[in-house]
């Protein structure tokens, strides 16, 4: 099962912090991101969390 990330996000797009769900992923650098999609505006969001 995938890990999950609760929390804040910013949205470019909006210009706004959301409160979302995302994916956790590793990066091509080995950094661990959280990923989700606005849920105003349907932009994705991307969320650096730190080395994995």
């Known amino acids: ?3 999950k990330y609760q929390g804040e996000f910013y ?3 909006c210009k706004a912090k959301r ?3 995302g994916d ?3 990066s091509e650098n080995g ?3 959280a ?4 849920p105003e505006c349907g932009t994705k969001l ?5 080395k994995a």
């Open 1 to 3: 099962m995938a890990e």
């Open 11 to 13: 949205c470019v797009k």
């Open 19 to 21: 409160t979302t769900e």
């Open 24 to 26: 956790v992923v590793v």
């Open 31 to 33: 950094r661990r991101m």
């Open 35 to 38: 990923k989700a999609v606005c």
């Open 46 to 50: 991307n969320r650096i969390l730190g």
